[in-house]
């Protein structure tokens, strides 16, 4: 039997072993189904010709209220959920959720974290139609214990991560780690404090409100070809995500990587690799070359940091060092945040 990972999504290997065979009944008006890489589903509302038909793009994510972050748990269950159908190139519209929390949960607890909810929904264009909410024992702290997000559009506007081609520019926003920096900042903010500058932890919890890709996306829909967010496994797993998912190979350059100051200093003290840290809020991209001009004066005009990092290719996956050594980019089999967050923890 397959090994699964000790925490975070299922591997590549474990998916396609254990998942991928079992979906039950087949529909041809699924365009996209489950894949690994691949953010959302989009299903066919009509029977049109392909590429003309009006289509659904949904996604569900869980969401953890681990202790540190209760404060921005509503927040980040709708950006989370939100970025993987903003990705797909649909706009998302509504949202249904489960709502899960432990006995002895105050009704201020509830009522904070509901209009967190409320509020980000009301900014991005999105309502909420339903779902389920309670308390229930075994649950050590508030879960969203499924959150479906789901809009509609036009199946020429789709741009899943299996639609690269080689040729293709890869890009990247903002940079790599910004979950893992945010999060480990506000977990271990006092330790963080005595070996750091205070101006750096602030910088580095600040990026907590980067961990949104839904600007990004609704920014590079119009230009890019496929879109990817970059969660588990960080920039280089979101990246080989894509290239599995679209069945072509990438090249990609280290010197080409921003590294913002907060994020190399916090993940240097956790000792934990960057470009595979968890990163919600990187937005990965396939843009075809004749518009990439189009997307710089874009994400310029809106002072969206924008990396190209490389071009995808039709074989071979490689990373290049920046001392021009050549490595093989591989799937990233488990984050290294998970272990510097529980040693965070733990003090």
């Given at each position: 039997m397959t090994s699964l990972p000790n925490i975070g999504k299922l591997d590549p290997e474990s998916f396609n072993k254990l998942i991928f065979p079992y979906l039950g009944a087949s529909s041809s008006r699924v365009i996209l189904g489950p894949k690994h890489g691949v953010d959302a589903a989009v299903i066919a509302l009509d029977d049109a010709p392909p590429g003309k038909r009006k289509v659904m793009a949904v996604a569900e994510d869980p969401t953890f209220g681990l202790p540190v972050l209760l404060p921005y748990f509503g927040w980040s269950i709708v950006h989370i959920c939100a970025s993987d159908v903003a990705v797909i190139g649909i706009k998302p519209q509504?949202?249904?959720?489960?709502?899960?929390f432990p006995p002895e949960t105050t009704a201020e607890t509830v009522s904070a974290i509901w209009n967190q909810v409320h509020q980000e929904c009301e900014k991005l264009g999105i309502s909420i139609v339903g779902g389920h909410t309670g308390i229930y024992p075994g649950i050590s702290y508030p879960l969203n214990g499924g959150c479906a997000v789901w809009g509609f559009g036009e199946e020429n506007e789709i741009t899943p991560a299996s639609s690269a081609r080689p040729g293709d520019i890869l890009v990247a926003t903002k940079g790599p780690a910004i979950e893992a920096t945010a999060i480990l900042a506000l977990q271990a903010e006092p330790a963080l404090k005595k070996v750091l500058p205070e101006e750096t932890v602030n910088a580095a919890k600040d990026l907590f409100y980067q961990m949104t890709v839904v600007p990004d996306a609704l920014l590079c829909r119009k230009f890019a070809r496929a879109m990817h967010d970059a969660t588990e496994g960080g920039l280089l797993g979101g990246i080989y995500e894509m290239t599995e998912a679209s069945g072509i190979g990438v090249t990609v350059y280290e010197s080409r990587i921003t590294m913002p100051e907060p994020v190399e200093r916090v993940c240097s003290h956790f000792r934990i690799d960057p470009l595979i840290a968890i990163s919600e809020g990187t937005l990965v991209a396939a843009v075809p070359p004749e518009k990439m001009s189009g997307?710089?004066?874009?994400?310029?005009?809106?002072?969206?940091?924008?990396?190209?990092?490389?071009?995808?290719?039709?074989?071979?996956?490689?990373?290049?060092?920046?001392?021009?050594?050549?490595?093989?980019?591989?799937p990233v089999k488990e984050d290294p945040f998970w272990q510097a967050y529980f040693q965070a923890m733990t003090g």
């Amino acid at each position: 039997m397959t090994s699964l990972p000790n925490i975070g999504k299922l591997d590549p290997e474990s998916f396609n072993k254990l998942i991928f065979p079992y979906l039950g009944a087949s529909s041809s008006r699924v365009i996209l189904g489950p894949k690994h890489g691949v953010d959302a589903a989009v299903i066919a509302l009509d029977d049109a010709p392909p590429g003309k038909r009006k289509v659904m793009a949904v996604a569900e994510d869980p969401t953890f209220g681990l202790p540190v972050l209760l404060p921005y748990f509503g927040w980040s269950i709708v950006h989370i959920c939100a970025s993987d159908v903003a990705v797909i190139g649909i706009k998302p519209q509504f949202l249904s959720i489960c709502l899960l929390f432990p006995p002895e949960t105050t009704a201020e607890t509830v009522s904070a974290i509901w209009n967190q909810v409320h509020q980000e929904c009301e900014k991005l264009g999105i309502s909420i139609v339903g779902g389920h909410t309670g308390i229930y024992p075994g649950i050590s702290y508030p879960l969203n214990g499924g959150c479906a997000v789901w809009g509609f559009g036009e199946e020429n506007e789709i741009t899943p991560a299996s639609s690269a081609r080689p040729g293709d520019i890869l890009v990247a926003t903002k940079g790599p780690a910004i979950e893992a920096t945010a999060i480990l900042a506000l977990q271990a903010e006092p330790a963080l404090k005595k070996v750091l500058p205070e101006e750096t932890v602030n910088a580095a919890k600040d990026l907590f409100y980067q961990m949104t890709v839904v600007p990004d996306a609704l920014l590079c829909r119009k230009f890019a070809r496929a879109m990817h967010d970059a969660t588990e496994g960080g920039l280089l797993g979101g990246i080989y995500e894509m290239t599995e998912a679209s069945g072509i190979g990438v090249t990609v350059y280290e010197s080409r990587i921003t590294m913002p100051e907060p994020v190399e200093r916090v993940c240097s003290h956790f000792r934990i690799d960057p470009l595979i840290a968890i990163s919600e809020g990187t937005l990965v991209a396939a843009v075809p070359p004749e518009k990439m001009s189009g997307l710089r004066a874009a994400a310029e005009s809106e002072n969206l940091p924008l990396l190209e990092l490389g071009e995808f290719t039709s074989s071979g996956r490689r990373f290049v060092r920046k001392n021009g050594t050549e490595e093989p980019l591989l799937p990233v089999k488990e984050d290294p945040f998970w272990q510097a967050y529980f040693q965070a923890m733990t003090g």
